[in-house]
C-alpha cells in the first residue's frame, strides 16, 4: 500500500494518516461498489456520473478508493503500450489534490473525486507542462468548429486541455513543448481516434482577463491560442487564484462592482 500511494503522490506528510485510514464495515459495501465502478470504466471515454462519498467516510476514503484501482488503469495503459512512466505521472496528480485540499481548507483530506474519476478511466495523461484528456467534442464547441469551415463537429473526439498547479512555469515555450507531445503521443497510442482539434473549457479563457491582466501575461498568450467559443457562468476562478494576491483584489473587486466572471471555451487545431 505504501508503495502505491507514493506512485500516486500523496504528500508525505499524509501518508500515516492515509495508511491508519479504515473503512468503516458500514461503508464497506459501499466502497467495493466505489472501486468496482471505477475500474469497470477503464478505457472508457465518457465521463462518468458525478457521485459524492459517503457523507460520514473518512477523509482519505477517496484516495483509498482511486489505490485500489490503480492495477486496472496500469493494466489498460499497458494493452495500449504506453509507458509505465506516463502513467505513473498522471496518477500523481492524486496527490497534487491532496496538497491542493490542504491548501484550499487547511486540513487534510480531498473532495476532487470527480475530477480524478478520469485518471482511472485512463483517458487523460500529462505531456509537460498540460493535461489532455480524451474527449467527444460537445455541441457548442463542435458547431463553433463546424462554422469555422472545418470537418470537425459535435461528437468527434478531441483532447481536452487542463492546466494542473504545482508544475513550474507557463511559459509559451513550455506550452509549445506540451502541445507537440501531445500531437505525437495519442497518434502513437491511440491512433484509432483522430485527435486533431484541442479545447479548453476554463477560467482562463475568460475573456474578461484582457485588461485585467497585464499584457506580458502568460495566461493571456495562453487564451490567444484559441478561437473563442462560448463562455457559461463558472466559479473556477474563486477557486484557482491564490488569496492575498493582487489578482485574487481585482477578481474580488469584480464581483464586489456587481460583475461575474465566466468560464470561457474556445478551441484550437493540433500542430
Ligand atoms: C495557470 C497559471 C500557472 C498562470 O500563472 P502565470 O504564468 O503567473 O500567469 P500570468 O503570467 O498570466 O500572470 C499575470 C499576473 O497574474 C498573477 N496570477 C496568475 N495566476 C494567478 C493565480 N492563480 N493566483 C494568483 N495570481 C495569479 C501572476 O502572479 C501575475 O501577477 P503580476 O502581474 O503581479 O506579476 C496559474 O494561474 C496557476 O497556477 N493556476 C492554477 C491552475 C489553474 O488555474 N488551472 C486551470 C483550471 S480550470
Redesign the pocket.
Known sequence: MLATLLELGIPHEDIDAVLATKIPPSLSERFAADVEALTGSVGTIDELPKTSPPEDAPAFYGVLVFAAAVPAVKAYHATRGIPEAMTRLILTDVGRQVAVHRRRHGRPGIDTEHWLTRHFQGRIFQLGRLQFEQVTLGTTTGTSLREAGLPYGPGDPALSI??????G???PEAIDDSLAQAAAFFPRYFGDYDYRVAVC????LDPQLDGV??T???????QRRFTFSHATAGE?IMR???AG????ETVQAHVAAGNSWQ?GSGWMLLP
Open positions: 487542463h492546466i494542473p498547479e504545482y508544475c512555469p507557463f511559459t473549457h476554463s477560467w482562463l491582466l497585464p506580458s501575461s502568460n495566461i493571456l498568450a495562453f473556477g484557482f487564484v491564490a494576491t493582487k489578482l485574487h468560464s
